[in-house]
């Protein structure tokens, strides 16, 4: 009999007609002859309601505590469809993180899984029952709840499938698969039906959030195959695999050049003016932000002119203010003039790896942006990824327009 991971993001049990609609197809897999455990996330926009009423009662609430609260959506979730699934005959139990074994580091907010346990789960999947985890979250070593950061179900899942060698981890969701763009900005966009783990992570990496980065790297460090798909059709969706995993010859040649656009307004752009150009200081201003735990993204030096340069780069939005407190110090320590920030960026990438083997796809990615009127503030590249950064206004414009220049669209 094998075994299958199958994960419901909060959509999927927004209410109770969603809920049920889950746990009649866990049964039917089930009843196929599969095992199978589900991973579930918080109903709806929970969390998101959750941590706005963290905000409501205090400035700054504790990374311990806000693990806490955030975890009890995943855990209403977990119980309501366990007594649905037992509602249909099936037996079924439900296991927060911590009952799963998933253990974490101590990084409250964006915890880090050492090492998924998964006994008990292993137990009830062999008494016949379905075992029903709480996504997102884990214990730390020192025996606090933790979460995985925002997304964070989809690595519970591929985590689990990993221990528990599931043949397959199931991502379920509100889209039919990995589209060519986000389709909620570009209504032609395609459903590809496979991508490989490379492009997946890049995608992930910048914005494309149907899948989770972690849970991506997690997929490809292991091994799981993962197939994302909808809970609203039940449609076949897409395989994320190694690169050219049971492609053939002629699929190989008709893969596309470029497998997606993605898109990202979660950053905001920083910018230290006139910074003295010699050696030591980039050095400087990284640790330091590093130690103040900022997780830099692109960076951008500019040329020098009489000894002095401007350096750019990125961070997480809700970052921004704690990084202008940073800068405050890094000016002074460096002898720079001052900084800046602009909230109001985004970031525009084309995917895909056909890029390492045909030239001239960063040339025509900026012609399409110039002939769009559209300015690049910042570029950064990889063997199978360019990313601009634009002004917020322009990034929907920006993706629609490069979809449609790489042939992407939808006939
Ligand atoms: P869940 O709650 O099921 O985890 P998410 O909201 O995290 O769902 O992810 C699904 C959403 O990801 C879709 O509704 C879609 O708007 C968005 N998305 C962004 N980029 C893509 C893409 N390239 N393909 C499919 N969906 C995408
Ligand atoms: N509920 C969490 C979130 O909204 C985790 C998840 O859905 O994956 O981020
Ligand atoms: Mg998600």
Redesign the pocket.
């Known amino acids: 009999m094998g075994l299958l991971v199958q994960?419901?993001?909060?959509?999927?049990v927004a209410d109770p007609d969603r809920i049920r609609a889950v746990a009649d197809h866990l049964v039917r897999t089930r009843r196929e002859g599969s095992d199978v455990v589900a991973v579930v996330?918080a109903m709806g926009k929970t969390t998101d309601d959750l941590v706005r009423l963290a905000g409501d009662v205090a400035r700054h609430p504790g990374g311990r505590e806000m693990d806490m609260l955030l975890t009890a959506g995943e855990r209403i979730s977990m119980a309501l469809l366990s007594m649905a699934v037992e509602d249909l005959g099936q037996p079924a139990v439900s296991f927060t993180g911590s009952q799963a074994g998933i253990v974490t580091d101590t990084d409250h907010g964006k915890a880090k899984i050492i090492e998924v346990r998964g006994d008990r789960i292993r137990a009830a999947v062999s008494e016949g029952k379905v075992a029903i985890v709480a996504g997102f979250q884990g214990v730390s070593t020192s025996l606090d709840i933790t979460t995985l950061g925002r997304?964070g179900?989809?690595t519970t899942a591929v985590a689990l499938a990993a221990a528990l060698g599931a043949d397959a981890c199931e991502?379920?969701?509100?889209?039919?698969?990995?589209?060519?763009?986000?389709?909620?900005?570009v209504p032609t966009?395609r459903?590809?039906a496979r991508v490989s783990f490379d492009e997946m992570l890049e995608?992930a990496a910048t914005?494309?959030?149907?899948?989770?980065l972690r849970s991506v790297e997690f997929a490809r460090n292991h091994n799981v195959k993962v197939h994302?798909r909808s809970?609203f059709t039940w449609a076949p969706g897409?395989w994320i695999t190694e690169e050219d995993a049971e492609m053939d010859a002629v699929e190989a040649m008709e893969q596309a050049i470029i497998s997606?656009?993605?898109?990202d307004t979660g950053e905001a752009k920083v910018t230290i003016e006139r910074v003295p150009d010699r050696p030591g200081i980039a050095a400087t201003i990284f640790r330091d932000l590093a130690e103040a735990g900022i997780n830099v993204d692109m960076i951008v030096q500019n040329v020098s002119s009489a000894g002095h340069t401007d350096i750019s780069f990125t961070v997480p939005r809700p970052d921004v203010d704690r990084t202008a407190r940073c800068m405050e110090k890094i000016v002074v320590d460096t002898e720079a003039i001052g900084f800046a920030t602009d909230e109001h960026i985004g970031r525009v990438s084309l995917v895909g790896a056909g890029m390492k083997t045909h030239p001239g796809i960063a040339a025509r990615m900026f012609e399409t942006l110039a002939s769009e009127g559209v300015n690049i503030e910042m570029i950064s590249t990889s063997t199978i990824r360019i990313s601009c950064v634009l002004a917020e206004d322009d990034v929907e414009r920006a993706v629609r327009s490069l979809h449609a220049a790489f042939g992407l669209d939808k006939e």
């Not at 994960?7 to 999927?12: D, E, L, N, P, V």
């Not at 991502?171 to 900005?185: C, L, Q």
């Not at 997606?260 to 898109?263: C, D, L, N, R, S």
């Open positions: 994960k419901f993001g909060g959509s999927s996330s997304g179900s989809d991502i379920y969701t509100d889209v039919e698969g990995v589209y060519t763009a986000d389709p909620r900005i966009a459903k590809l995608m914005g494309g959030r149907v899948l989770a994302v809970s897409t997606g656009v993605t898109h």
